[in-house]
């Protein structure tokens, strides 16, 4: 459930929890492992906003639903919306979905947007999503950057722990602009840990007045038994969930 306070909000999800600034989506929804390890999440940032900032957001709940609403400058530029979403995946695992929509009043606008997450970990895996099947390919353990030019999927085990998973709907893999952007770097985080950083880029094409873009983006934790095939069901579950008809 999510919990509104004055300058965040705090969500829990099962036996994880964490929190989320929504005047600075570009720093992620956190979540702590223990006294040592944490992570970021799902930031989000669009690039009209490094040109005119957005208003302060307008947020409220809707069942298991987080919705913030952003406006850059007078509001006919750019309207954007984050829709976050606590998802139980069975009895396997907790996941978040975000949804993204932008749309505009102008003829014509640029809503290209980063979504973006920090891991402390360096045993990740990757994956291909097939839309007609429902499935993900095998997986891939990643030791250099060049093996994570296209993914659909990563995994992220932890010794002990449950295993993360991050995902995105493969109709809006088209949307991502380049290999460089859809990379997955490993590096050291400074203090002699490892982690992996995500960088997806979504709504690269110009956005015309009238039209609302979409794109979908989920994480989560599931057993780290049997993760790849509970990873799997994730994946279909994400495919088979329908977007909003509106903003």
Same mark, same amino acid.
């Given at each position: 459930?999510?919990?509104?306070?004055?300058?965040?909000?705090?969500?829990?999800?099962?036996?994880?929890?964490?929190?989320?600034? !929504?005047?600075? !989506?570009?720093? /992620?929804?956190?979540?702590?492992?223990?006294?040592?390890?944490?992570?970021?999440? /799902?930031?989000?940032?669009?690039?009209?906003?490094?040109?005119?900032?957005?208003?302060?957001?307008?947020?409220?709940?809707?069942?298991?639903?987080?919705?913030?609403?952003?406006?850059?400058?007078?509001?006919?530029?750019?309207?954007?919306?984050?829709?976050?979403?606590?998802?139980?995946?069975?009895?396997?695992?907790? /996941?978040?979905?975000?949804?993204?929509?932008?749309?505009?009043?102008?003829?014509?606008?640029?809503?290209?947007?980063?979504?973006?997450?920090?891991?402390?970990?360096?045993?990740?895996?990757?994956?291909?999503?097939?839309?007609?099947?429902?499935?993900?390919?095998?997986?891939?353990?990643?030791?250099?950057?060049?093996?994570?030019?296209?993914?659909?999927?990563?995994?992220?085990?932890?010794?002990?722990?449950?295993?993360?998973?991050?995902?995105?709907?493969?109709?809006?893999?088209?949307?991502?602009?380049?290999?460089?952007?859809?990379?997955?770097?490993?590096?050291?985080?400074?203090?002699?840990?490892?982690?992996?950083?995500?960088?997806?880029?979504?709504?690269?094409?110009?956005?015309?007045?009238?039209?609302?873009?979409?794109?979908?983006?989920?994480?989560?934790?599931?057993?780290?038994?049997?993760?790849?095939?509970?990873?799997?069901?994730?994946?279909?579950?994400?495919?088979?969930?329908?977007? !909003?008809?509106?903003?």
């Amino acid at each position: 459930m999510w919990s509104l306070l004055t300058d965040r909000v705090t969500w829990h999800c099962g036996t994880f929890e964490g929190e989320w600034i !929504p005047r600075q !989506p570009e720093a /992620g929804m956190q979540h702590r492992f223990d006294e040592h390890r944490s992570d970021r999440l /799902g930031a989000v940032w669009f690039d009209a906003w490094d040109q005119v900032p957005p208003s302060p957001p307008e947020l409220y709940r809707r069942q298991n639903d987080l919705i913030v609403s952003y406006q850059q400058g007078s509001g006919d530029e750019l309207r954007c919306q984050l829709q976050w979403q606590l998802v139980p995946l069975g009895s396997f695992g907790y /996941g978040i979905d975000l949804l993204l929509s932008a749309q505009t009043n102008l003829l014509n606008a640029m809503p290209a947007v980063t979504i973006s997450s920090r891991i402390p970990t360096d045993q990740v895996w990757l994956a291909q999503g097939d839309p007609q099947t429902e499935s993900l390919s095998s997986w891939s353990r990643v030791s250099r950057i060049e093996d994570t030019d296209s993914c659909t999927a990563i995994l992220v085990r932890y010794p002990g722990g449950p295993s993360y998973v991050e995902m995105v709907h493969p109709a809006d893999v088209e949307t991502i602009s380049s290999c460089k952007d859809r990379n997955f770097s490993l590096g050291g985080s400074g203090d002699g840990s490892r982690e992996i950083s995500s960088r997806r880029r979504f709504f690269t094409e110009p956005l015309e007045k009238g039209v609302i873009r979409r794109a979908r983006w989920r994480c989560g934790w599931i057993s780290n038994e049997d993760d790849e095939y509970f990873a799997a069901l994730a994946y279909a579950d994400l495919l088979r969930r329908a977007l !909003p008809l509106t903003t």
